[in-house]
């Protein structure tokens, strides 16, 4: 039930959404206008308004016909049409005719539909997608109105309106491209049988063959998709967050029922995005050509990323914003190229993102308004313009070779609907001609818009094939592979070329070929798909493979059960195989390979494992004894844990191999065997009876190496029988019962069969010393058991505890996360920690100052830096902290260490001058603590525990008096003996020279790290984390500070969990005050698994090098990924001989 | 204009040909629900409701019809899933068909199934024999209705040859099982012929009724209303007069007779049928007895003939679309009570009124159950509509 739990999950994200919107209350002034002057657009472009209501309302989806005119899908009905409402949906056309810019003419082409999503033109009039159906509606006499309609496919799902069949695209290659989103179920009938899509996916459809394929599954709620120039295919995805998606056929996303694999995106922890739109043409700026654009409908934001090529998919990072506003009825959708080489967004237009959540019938729903905005590039020409329906057919492929994609589009749509044969002899004739000028620059161009127009016409030439396929360009190569694959049946040496790909160098080229494989139903496909193996395999190379040996599975998977094929001998392909499909029996044939093949040891050691898991008893006999075999070839470290493995699995399994004794009794001979102790716990695993006696004797053999009497320990704990349990015992608690391993063991041994007799030992264990992750070892062995808490809490109730042993049994109860209080309480009452612990008497201070010579400064800083002691909060340490207290930055080198461990113990006794609080009782009776900061003006401010300002009008004042010191007593009665030591050897470290002083270097100390609340969580949800960077009111920043040496601890920043499949991300913030403007270096500690954006602008952290900042504060953010960053995070400025540059990273609060 | 003395009668308007291959009584009669149960021929039957009009011109009395279709759909309810498996779709099929509450249902299954050949004729068989048994148990009365072929439409198209090779099979299942279970069936391939150029050699249909080989266009479903009505035993009911000149009266727009309809007229050819398709002839009439001249038969103001004297003494086609205005409202009624009882089966947004994000609209689900009156009234305006009228015949010289 993996999806159902993902469709909770989005659920629950959801929630939050209709929480945020039922405050939503400032409904704003719906002028155009109004809208407009709230754009902050690039600098070089500007925005103008195209179209907006009452010319036009609530636009759904756009697309440009040939003739430039947009044609809108716009809905009024949705969400729901309500009993006895007539559907009044429309096709609107809209037209600039003069050319201006702005639309100066609306057609309403058909009336009467039911929330149309998505509209394309094309064939006479136009494709729409209306609830269940696809329906074409032509136009006969050219008067922008519909005179006929045809449902050309119907049977999609309508579960969601805001699902339905959507985003209908012409591709290049002439077929119609249509979207639906997770909640539908579609069911549609075509010539060749029923295509059923149940979720998320694209659909393509070639409407004059009526053939309708499934190009990929999954996604949430896509509602972008486009091409790049060499036809390879991009979609965003309105509800799941990894920005763009590189699509290929048969890829399957997050989804996808009955999800196994999944190809991901590739901007994880993006916001939602809608509509995609990839930038090209003569208007827009060289710099951004190739861009893709989509929107960020919930934050206002129509966003832009680069993509890249990388191995066999893409990268991709964002960019500036095209447009981006505080406006919050600006809901941008859908974004096309025009005719004029600009950039129209068509905004929906709503206070509320109009989604499920709020009530169908919610009277904030806007119904009436919507806009089309135009965004274009100041002081550049527009596009030129061509008459594509009256051009000839040559002139047509030379419009082929024009940078804007829109009229390249178009061209090939008015040839699709030439005389074919005319188009077919023309196309030689124009591709010889440019094929034959040595000095084109364009032939692989050429090549590919020929292979496009073959397809557009359903033909096909293999010699442009067998061309395309030799080119140097692999991108070109990658095309040729997909045309060949959906042409196969056209083609007699397909295969041939096919072969010639998966061998390709170019991964793109390989990646085709595989996935072109797995419609194939051969066994040499299937090999052939397995030599795409032996080459680097990424992300992308690895879901194809693993797909089309799915898909091909029906060939092999019974073939090499029955030992007919065994991938020739090679063993890692038939493993991956067989893990792509599962496979349940295949031990028989592994064991086989293993035997047979000649593998290298990490293929031996993965298919014993698989043996493992698969095999019946005497195939998991059959393995282990083969690997421990002489001449298996695994060394020992591998047997050792493959001996592990085989102990847990079997466990798991509840399985016992059939020569159990054969396996373990050679390796009990030979005690000088690394994996000789894991044989012992075998034989106990697998209770082995014969060996029970020999076992007793190594675990009661106080000679013995302590590891193998441990290892014999465990052993009889795994017989479990009263014998065993009665041996444990008595080591436990004999003679040699100091050696503290034996007992650690003897607990964890017996907790499973004998819990009572293992919290025994581990009570009396408690009472020695031990140290702190010996207690974690023991305590965590019985309170992970079932009853474990209660019987240990009952039994701790009847005993006593030292104080300090007490107080890590809390930490290690803490840190299990079981929500233990009662067993806490215990605890604590057990050891009386309710008095104070560390009382200021001189043979307490006098150990303290003893221990704390012998302490760690590491240890220590981490503990001041614990939360529960707040220590930052009132203390800074070089500017970062709080100012409750005194910066400590130099604190060691200026006091001594019983000065310290006086200060932690009684603070009231040394406190620091100016920092005597005082109390200050008002008018009103009310009490103020605090420590004086200023006095002036009749105002007196204090700064209180909390590290507030408090205002007290000096008039107002009733009773002033000296206070005591803000640092608690007991602050530190939680600590044990050794933690004070650590933390008075840490503070006493402070300021001299070393890891402990305060570098000179600008490294930025003070940073805010990005709280988690509902509504931050919210907001960064439904937004990018560009909007975090550049500032959002629902998100609350919490101070948080950098160790001495700058480096910012991870593991103490807030997580955000986003969404499934979106790694954890943590953010943080800090500012760099420039006063003299100039040329500073930004330096990072590592580049591993962290975003930077500087004002709000994204920077690569490869690209983090110089830059010239103007004078004032700079923000800079990080994005943390929790998954990938494993260093902590360290921000340097430099400041590079010759500059001008003067500035330093704000400190402080 | 030549003197008449005429006799003022009324003639009730009676009984043309009968094309139907069944004999004896049809099978439906008034007071009838039908439930239409099928993919997508069915579904799409609904959206020009011709052969509902037809079924209602020709029935003496109020039939209801719900069309329970759903694109993509088999024997097993696979099409109605929506989030469930199988079993839920037919549950689904189960739980509308109750909701259309039918006294008798058309099941017309068997064209997606066919596209697994003769490896699916097993399962067929046994889902459809299951199918009949549930659906008998809320609706008695049970009528099998086999696919049309497929049409060959030339390239890109495929060729259905293959297809309508393994359909055959199919069909002559169906028919056996109907034959076992004493079960009406009507075979679509027989009573809609598919008409071949060239026979041998595969060359595109002539006078195709689908658009892509498979699904119907507005010429489909109105060619087909004709011939599944006539093929469910119900007799075409086409205009036969004849008429003495001395019945008729004489009056300023010629001479006139009342007569009352046998049925409602037939929705006329939709906009955009092939060239060749003619006007329908809506009956004949002969008269004698009228001076030589031409003459124009009317209803309506409507020319439904032209003919001389001895023309109309032997007989002329009457041919015309004589309420045209009725028609369009009569298409308009069915069409939107059809659209009215889709809200009601199949709402949009159901994951949102009834399944798992029902707490986010929930409330709005009680909309759903609001069509029920919609649909009654608009059953009472169709019934209203389609009751026969009185029609004034007028023959008149010609201008």
């Known amino acids: ?1149 | 204009m030549p003197q008449l003395n005429i006799l003022r009668r009324t003639l009730v308007l009676i009984v043309g040909m009968q094309l139907s291959a069944s004999a004896g009584e049809p099978l439906l009669k008034p007071g009838d629900t039908v439930a239409l149960v099928g993919g997508t021929f069915i579904e799409r039957a609904q959206i020009h409701g011709y052969f509902e009009a037809e079924l209602l011109a020709r029935a003496s009395g109020a039939i209801s019809v719900r069309n329970l279709g759903w694109s993509g759909d088999n024997v097993l309810g696979e099409s109605r899933a929506v989030f469930g498996d199988v079993a839920n779709g037919y549950k689904r099929l189960l739980n509308d068909h109750a909701l259309a509450n039918p006294s008798v249902t058309l099941l017309c299954y068997g064209s997606n199934e066919a596209h697994a050949g003769a490896e699916g004729l097993k399962d067929f068989d046994a889902n459809l024999r299951q199918l009949i048994s549930d659906l008998r148990k809320s609706s008695p009365s049970l009528i099998i209705v086999a696919p049309r072929e497929y049409e060959y439409l030339g390239r890109p198209l495929p060729s259905p040859a293959a297809y309508n090779r393994d359909l055959a099979v199919y069909t002559q299942r169906q028919k056996e099982i109907a034959k076992e279970l004493s079960l009406p069936f009507i075979d679509l391939a027989k009573v809609s012929p598919i008409k071949k150029l060239v026979a041998g050699k595969r060359l595109p249909d002539i006078d195709p009724y689908t658009s892509n080989g498979v699904h119907l266009t507005e010429y489909g479903y109105w060619r087909i209303a004709d011939q599944l009505v006539t093929a469910l035993g119900f007799e075409s009911k086409r205009i036969s007069l004849e008429l003495a000149i001395d019945q008729m009266e004489q009056s300023s727009a010629g001479l006139q007779i009342a007569v009352k309809e046998a049925r409602t007229p037939r929705m006329p050819a939709p906009q955009y049928s092939p060239d060749t398709v003619m006007p329908v002839s809506v009956g004949s009439i002969t008269a004698g007895g009228l001076p030589k001249g031409t003459y124009e038969v009317l209803i309506n103001d409507v020319i439904l003939a032209t003919g001389t004297a001895k023309e109309l003494s032997n007989g002329l086609d009457l041919i015309g679309d004589y309420d045209p205005e009725l028609m369009q409202k009569m298409q308009y009624e069915i069409v939107d009570k059809n659209l009215l009882f889709f809200h009601r089966h199949r709402p949009q947004n159901e994951t949102y009124l009834f399944l798992f994000r029902k707490h986010e609209q929930g409330n709005n689900a009680v909309e759903v159950e609001q069509y029920e009156p919609l649909i009654e009234a608009a059953e009472e305006r169709i019934a209203d509509l389609f009751t026969p009228r009185n029609r004034v015949l007028t023959i008149r010289l010609a201008k």
């Open chain 1, 1 to 1149: 039930m993996k999806t159902f739990q993902k469709v909770l999950l989005l659920t629950l994200v959801i929630h939050n959404a209709a929480f945020a919107q039922r405050d939503l209350k400032d409904i704003p002034d719906p002028d155009p206008l109004k809208e407009l002057e709230t754009f902050i657009v690039p600098e070089g472009f500007e925005v103008n308004l195209y179209a907006a209501d009452p010319q036009i309302a609530k636009p759904i989806q756009m697309n440009f016909d040939a003739q430039g005119r947009l044609w809108i899908a716009s809905s009024e009905v949705y969400p729901h049409i309500k009993p006895g409402q007539k559907a009044t949906d429309k096709i609107l056309v809209v037209e600039d005719q003069n050319r201006d810019g702005i639309a100066d003419k609306t057609s309403v082409f058909v009336d009467g539909l039911l929330i149309p999503t998505g509209v394309v033109p094309g064939d006479g009039g136009c494709y729409v997608a209306n609830s269940t159906d696809l329906i074409h509606f032509a136009d006969l006499d050219g008067d922008l109105k519909s005179d006929r309609q045809n449902v050309v496919l119907s049977g999609f799902g309508t579960e969601d309106t805001h699902h339905l069949l959507h985003t209908l695209r012409w591709g290049h290659d002439g077929a119609l491209y249509m979207n639906q989103s997770i909640y539908i179920h579609s069911h549609v009938e075509t010539p060749y049988g029923v295509k059923r899509l149940r979720g998320g996916g694209i659909w393509q459809f070639r409407p004059e063959s009526m053939k309708l394929e499934i190009l990929c599954e999954g996604f949430v709620n896509p509602w972008g998709h486009h091409f790049d120039r060499w036809g390879q295919h991009f979609a965003t995805d309105g509800a799941y967050g990894e920005g763009i998606n590189y699509v290929f056929p048969g890829a399957e996303y997050v989804t996808k029922p009955g999800l196994i694999r999944r190809v991901s995106g590739l901007n994880p922890g993006s916001p939602k995005h809608c509509g995609l739109e990839i930038i090209s043409g003569r208007h827009i700026p060289e710099s951004w050509i190739g861009s893709m654009v989509t929107n960020d409908f919930r934050a206002h934001r129509v966003c832009r990323f680069v993509v890249s090529e990388s191995g066999s998919g893409f990268a991709s990072t964002q960019e500036e914003e095209l447009i981006k506003t505080t406006h919050v009825a600006f809901r941008p959708i859908d974004v096309k190229m025009g005719p004029d080489g600009a950039i129209y967004i068509a905004d929906w237009y709503n206070p509320i993102i109009q989604h499920g959540e709020v009530d169908f019938r919610d009277d904030r729903r806007d119904h009436l308004h919507g806009r089309i905005w135009r965004i274009s590039a100041k002081d550049r020409d527009l596009a030129p313009r061509y008459d594509i329906n009256n051009m000839s057919i040559t002139e047509l492929f030379d419009l082929l070779l024009v940078p804007e994609e829109w009229l390249r589009l178009h061209a090939k749509l008015a040839l699709k609907n030439r005389n074919h044969d005319e188009v077919e002899a023309k196309l030689g004739k124009w591709l010889a001609k440019q094929l034959s000028d040595e000095s084109n620059t364009k032939r692989d161009e050429c090549l590919l818009e020929a292979m496009f127009v073959y397809q557009c016409i359903d033909r096909i030439d293999s010699h442009i094939l067998s061309e395309a396929m030799n080119s140097e360009d692999h991108r070109l190569r990658a095309r040729a592979v997909r045309v060949i694959s959906e042409n196969r049946d056209k083609l007699d040496g397909f295969r041939a070329l096919i072969e010639q790909a998966v061998a390709d160098e170019h991964e793109r080229v390989r990646l085709e070929a595989v996935r072109a494989l797995g419609e194939e139903d051969d066994l040499a496909a299937v090999a052939s798909v397995a030599s795409a193996l032996e080459s680097r395999v990424d992300q992308f190379m690895d879901f194809a493979i693993w797909k089309s040996f799915r898909d091909l599975s029906e060939v092999w998977l019974p073939k090499v059960l029955s030992g007919e094929f065994t991938f020739n001998g090679d063993g890692p392909a038939l493993l991956t195989a067989l893990e792509a499909v599962q496979a349940k029996d295949a031990a028989k044939v592994l064991l086989n390979v293993l035997v047979t093949s000649d593998l290298t040891e990490r293929a031996k050691v993965s298919t014993i494992r698989a043996v493992l898991e698969q095999g019946n008893p005497q195939e998991v006999s059959d393995v282990l004894s083969y690997a421990l075999d002489a001449n298996s070839g695994i060394s020992d470290p591998e047997l050792r844990s493959l001996l592990e493995a085989s102990i847990a699995i079997t466990g798991r399994r509840k399985l016992i191999p059939t020569a159990s004794s054969n396996i373990v009794t050679p390796i009990l001979n030979d005690t000088g065997k690394e994996y000789y102790p894991q044989s012992l716990i075998a034989a106990g695993a697998w209770k082995i009876t014969a060996l029970k006696e020999s076992i007793t004797k190594v675990a009661n053999n106080v000679d013995a190496n302590e590891a193998h009497r441990v290892a014999a320990i465990y052993a009889l704990g795994r017989y479990g029988d009263p014998d065993s349990i009665s041996t444990i015992s008595q080591i436990a608690n004999g003679t040699d019962s100091s050696v503290i391993q034996i007992r650690i063991a003897s607990v964890q041994a017996l907790a499973g069969p004998a819990l009572n007799s293992a919290i025994d030992i581990a009570l009396a264990t408690l009472k020695e010393n031990i140290t702190s992750d010996e207690i974690g070892t023991l305590v965590r062995s019985l309170i992970e058991r079932k009853n474990g808490p209660e019987l240990l809490e009952k039994r701790v109730q009847e005993t006593t505890l030292s104080p300090d042993i007490a107080r890590s049994v809390i930490r290690v109860v803490q840190d299990s996360n079981l929500g233990l209080d009662a067993l806490i309480a215990t605890v604590r009452s057990a050891a009386k920690l309710s008095e104070n612990t560390w009382k200021f008497e001189p043979q307490i201070v006098a150990s303290l100052v003893e221990a704390a010579n012998e302490g760690d400064p590491i240890a220590g800083e981490a503990i001041f830096r614990r939360k529960s002691l707040q220590c930052m909060k009132c203390h800074a340490i070089g500017g970062a902290g709080g100012k409750v207290g005194p910066d400590l930055v130099s604190l060691g080198a200026s006091a001594q260490v019983d000065y310290l461990v006086a200060s932690l113990i009684a603070p009231n006794d040394k406190v620091k001058e100016n920092f005597h609080s005082i109390q200050v009782i008002d008018v009103d009776g009310q009490v103020h603590t605090g420590i004086q900061v200023r006095r002036a003006g009749g105002t007196l401010v204090l700064r209180n525990a909390k590290d507030e300002l408090e205002q007290i009008a000096v008039d107002d004042i009733e009773l002033e008096k000296a206070g005591r010191s803000l640092m608690p007593d007991g602050l530190i009665d939680d600590l044990t003996k050794q933690e004070v030591a650590d933390l008075v050897s840490f503070l006493s470290a402070l300021g001299k020279v070393g890891d402990f002083a305060v570098s000179r270097e600008a490294i930025a100390r003070t940073y805010q790290a990005l709280e988690f609340t509902p509504k931050g969580h919210f907001a960064v949800a439904r937004s990018s984390f560009n909007t975090i960077a550049t500032g959002h009111p629902d998100l609350q920043w919490e101070p948080t500070y950098a160790k001495v040496n700058g480096e910012v601890v991870l593991e103490e920043l807030p997580v955000f969990k986003l969404r499934q499949g979106v790694d954890d991300m943590s953010f943080v913030q800090t500012i760099l005050r420039v006063s003299n403007a100039g040329e500073i270096g930004i330096l990072l500690n590592a580049e591993e698994g962290v975003e930077i954006w500087i004002n709000g602008k994204p920077i690569t952290a490869e690209n983090l090098a110089s830059f010239n900042f103007d004078s004032g504060d700079h923000v800079f953010t990080a994005g943390l990924n929790r998954a990938q960053r494993t260093k902590p995070l360290l921000l340097k400025a430099s400041f590079p001989s010759g500059t001008s540059a003067q500035g330093q990273w704000l400190l402080g609060k």
